[in-house]
T-cell receptor, first 113, second 110 residues
Framework: KAGVTQTPRYLIKTRGQQVTLSCSPI?????VSWYQQTPGQGLQFLFE???????NKGNFPGRFSGRQFSNSRSEMNVSTLELGDSALYLC????????????FGQGTRLTVV | GESVGLHLPTLSVQEGDNSIINCAYS??????FIWYKQESGKGPQFIID?????DKRQGQRVTVLLNKTVKHLSLQIAATQPGDSAVYFC?????????FGAGTILRVKS
């Protein structure tokens, strides 16, 4: 079966713009988590969605938001982009509980210039 | 944001040797731990997991050891191969979310 699909793979945006990233989980998976990966901070948890509801949230400013649709696909949005938002954004899906094996997508590489 | 560690150590091993990658975790209440492998340009890939009621778990060529007393986790890779070259992350379940370690770069010399 298909894995976790993230689009786009690469993105270049200007400071102040906003961006929307998309994640399609593995079929049948209902939990989707988002992570930010940077060389300096490593992998940091952004938020987790299950059945269209945000169940958990990391320590990121309100500029970072997300949502999940009825088909479990998820989007995350970053508004008023800053240079420091440049990172690899990873999405992970799991059946229901994010505390079990999570499958990651290849990520979206966001560069803010 | 939450994270564990900022420095990325590197382990270089000869092909065919065994590798041991170590990780210190922070939350003594964590009850589930996972090792992930991340190759260049890819997302993390699940390797093996262990629950806190165990101290050892074996997979194919990999073994995870858990020492709850000192909050230490290790990943042992037997007969390391060039394809094992990657960044390895340990992760713990803290507050119903995965908290990742900083990662270790494994380089396999042929």
């Amino acid at each position: 079966k298909a894995g976790v699909t993230q689009t786009p793979r690469y993105l270049i945006k200007t400071r102040g713009q906003q961006v929307t990233l998309s994640c399609s989980p593995i079929s049948g998976h209902r939990s989707v988590s988002w992570y930010q990966q940077t060389p300096g901070q490593g992998l940091q948890f952004l938020f987790e969605y299950f059945s269209e509801t945000q169940r958990n949230k990391g320590n990121f400013p309100g500029r970072f938001s997300g949502r999940q649709f009825s088909n479990s696909r998820s989007e995350m949005n970053v508004s008023t982009l800053e240079l420091g938002d440049s990172a690899l954004y990873l999405c992970a899906s799991s059946l229901a509980n994010p505390n079990t094996e999570a499958f990651f997508g290849q990520g979206t590489r966001l560069t803010v210039v | 944001g939450e994270s564990v560690g900022l420095h990325l150590p590197t382990l270089s091993v000869q092909e065919g040797d065994n590798s041991i990658i170590n990780c210190a975790y922070s939350n003594s209440a964590s009850d589930y731990f996972i090792w992930y492998k991340q190759e260049s340009g890819k997302g993390p890939q699940f390797i093996i997991d262990i629950r806190s009621n165990m101290d050892k778990r074996q997979g194919q060529r990999v073994t995870v050891l858990l020492n709850k007393t000192v909050k230490h986790l290790s990943l042992q890779i037997a007969a390391t191969q060039p394809g094992d070259s990657a960044v390895y992350f340990c992760a713990e379940i803290g507050g119903n979310k995965l908290v990742f370690g900083a990662g270790t770069i494994l380089r396999v010399k042929s």
